[in-house]
Structures are given as structure tokens and as C-alpha cells.
């Protein structure tokens, strides 16, 4: 399910543009401008980074993973031999610490399974949980400069005798000083409408301000606006 988003060479991964832009917004729903193929400082999503690993290496009982480093159409993402614990780099700097524990499975209907069920909980997070959950505490982020950055997320699963989990949202939680925050995402994985593993996402916030409903309600139609006319056929 994940070829038509990466380009494999002899030694390394690539991502163009066109690439990201529609993993982003046609697997998971993802319309940060950020990923868009035109934008001036493009980024590959890390949902997708994070896919090619599962995709590569088998899903672990537990699997914990750090965003170092952003990728771009030039990056050449290399990945090492699977180990307990091993960095995915573009050759000089870490992009991608990931750490497993447990048993592995190479199930691919298990693996396509979680990659779909988990990037879609991912990539629809903001704004409609993200942004009602830092009004609670009367906060926003800044709409001219919307700074939530992808810091890490962990899966830990009770076992693997399991093929098509699904993502149940949990209780997130938001906290922040100042203008800096950190929102914890949490998730269990269901199957047959059992709880066989659960799951955080972690991002960390900047530009932090006082919460404007009017401000807000613009942000969201902005937000909605790009998801219908951006949206690939």
C-alpha cells in the first residue's frame, strides 16, 4: 500500500513532493500546508516516516518512535539492518530513533492494518481535537503561524495474535507554560471490540496565545476550505 508514496534506490529512500503531498492528504487526511507540494519549506509527513518503518521492519509488541529531523524532497533516508534499537538518518543526522521491544510480526494485513487505522487517527487530530482541547484551558495556537510539531509516539500491544486492530480515541491531555506546550493524544487499539494494546502521540506546540473564538471559527473554515478544494481525485 505504501509504494506509490517512496522511491526505493540502491541505497537509500526518497520522498518527492507529489509523494508526501498525497500520502498526506489521500491516506491520512492530513491538509497541513506544510505538506502541500508547492509549499516553500515542504515536509514529508511523519506519519508516512513512520509507515515505511512499520513497513519495513514488522509490527513489535512494544514500539517506541523520535522525530529528529525533518525530511524533504532531497533527503535520502537510510535504513539500517532491523535491530532492537537503530536510527533511520540521511547519512549524517538522526531523523528517526526508533526503539522496539518484544516479539515482531511480519504480517502484512496486520501491518497495512495498523499503518491505516493509526494514520488516519493521526492526521485528523487538528483540528477538531486539538484545537477545542487547548481552549479548555482558554488558549490557541497561532493561526499565522500554526506550530505543532511531531515529537514522538509509542504503540504497545498485549500481543500479536491479532490481524485488523482498529483506534479508539482515548483521553487526551494539554499542557503548557508560557507560550510552549506539549499535547499528549492517546488511543486503544480494538479488535473484535477487545483492547488488545493502547498508544500515545506526542507534539509540542509554540507560539502559544490567549483563545479568540472568532479567531478560532476562521482557523477551522480555513482549515475545511483546503480540504475541499485540495483534496486529490
Do not use: W
Amino acid at each position: 500500500m505504501l509504494s506509490p508514496f517512496f522511491q526505493q534506490h540502491a541505497d537509500y529512500v526518497s520522498i518527492s513532493r507529489e509523494q508526501g503531498c498525497r500520502f498526506a492528504k489521500c491516506v491520512a487526511d492530513d491538509f497541513n500546508p506544510l505538506h502541500d507540494k508547492d509549499a516553500k519549506k515542504f515536509c514529508a509527513p511523519g506519519d508516512l516516516l513512520f509507515s515505511l518503518v512499520l513497513d519495513r521492519y514488522g509490527i513489535s509488541e512494544q514500539m517506541e518512535f523520535t522525530f529528529a529531523g525533518m525530511v524533504d524532497e532531497n533527503t535520502k533516508l537510510h535504513f539500517p539492518e532491523g535491530a532492537d534499537e537503530f536510527d533511520v538518518t540521511n547519512g549524517e543526522k538522526v531523523i528517526l530513533k526508533v526503539k522496539r521491544k518484544g516479539k515482531t510480526s511480519q504480517c502484512p494485513t496486520l501491518t497495512n492494518s495498523l499503518i491505516k487505522n493509526y494514520v488516519e487517527f493521526s492526521g485528523t487530530t487538528f483540528p477538531h481535537v486539538i484545537i477545542p482541547l487547548m481552549g479548555k484551558q482558554e488558549v490557541m495556537i497561532n493561526p499565522a503561524r500554526p506550530m505543532i510539531i511531531y515529537e514522538s509516539m509509542l504503540i504497545n500491544l498485549d500481543n500479536l495474535d491479532i490481524t485488523a486492530p482498529v483506534l479508539e480515541f482515548a483521553e487526551p491531555s494539554f499542557e503548557y507554560a508560557g507560550k510552549r506546550g506539549k499535547i499528549t493524544l492517546r488511543f486503544n487499539l480494538l479488535e473484535n471490540g477487545v483492547k488488545v494494546g493502547c498508544g500515545e502521540k506526542h507534539m509540542v506546540v509554540s507560539g502559544i496565545r490567549e483563545y479568540c473564538q472568532a479567531t478560532v471559527d476562521n482557523l477551522i473554515a480555513f482549515y475545511n476550505e483546503r480540504k475541499t478544494t485540495l483534496k486529490p481525485a
